[in-house]
């Protein structure tokens, strides 16, 4: 049981530092964006240091996607934030995944996930080898 002078006080107090919370929050929001941005910069620095055959904007593209704070997705998992080689493929290969295969139009027509990847790899593959060595395959 709170007494209600005691109650009064702390919500006194608790509104007497709104303000200052508010501040705090807009700041901290801002110092993420500014940090989101920086990252996704670095993110994108990365897929073309990777993968330098990459369109800069595809890189730029991908790093935005993948690095979505909250999102769940690999840039933003403890090996995307390290920039770690293995889960910046795996961004630029979830992005050739989704936007040049028939990969979501497969899984939407029943195939299991493991089936419709194998029935792409081949041409996840070869772009990922196009835009590592630069030779065109016209796949």
Same mark, same amino acid.
Do not use: K, N
């Given at each position: ?19 200052? =919370?508010? @501040?705090?929050? $807009?700041?901290? +929001?801002?110092? &993420?964006?500014?940090?989101? !941005?920086?990252?996704?910069? *670095? ?14 904007? =595809?890189? @730029?593209?991908? $790093?935005?996607? +993948?690095?979505? &704070?909250?999102?769940?997705? !690999?840039?933003?998992?403890? *090996? ?16 050739? @995944? ?12 029943? !195939?299991?996930?493991?089936? *419709? ?23």
């Amino acid at each position: 049981m709170v007494e209600e002078a005691a109650l009064a006080l702390a919500e006194e107090r608790c509104l007497a530092d709104a303000e200052a =919370r508010r @501040r705090r929050r $807009a700041r901290d +929001a801002r110092r &993420r964006e500014a940090e989101d !941005v920086r990252f996704t910069e *670095a993110f994108a620095r990365e897929i073309s240091r990777l993968f330098p055959h990459c369109p800069p904007g =595809r890189a @730029r593209a991908i $790093a935005a996607h +993948a690095s979505v &704070r909250g999102s769940g997705r !690999v840039g933003r998992s403890s *090996a995307g934030r390290a920039l770690s080689e293995t889960a910046v493929t795996a961004a630029v290969r979830a992005s050739v @995944r989704h936007t040049e295969t028939p990969y979501d139009q497969l899984l939407m027509s029943g !195939v299991p996930r493991y089936e *419709a990847r194998r029935r792409i790899a081949a041409v996840v593959d070869t772009r990922l080898w196009e835009w590592r060595e630069g030779v065109a395959t016209g796949a």
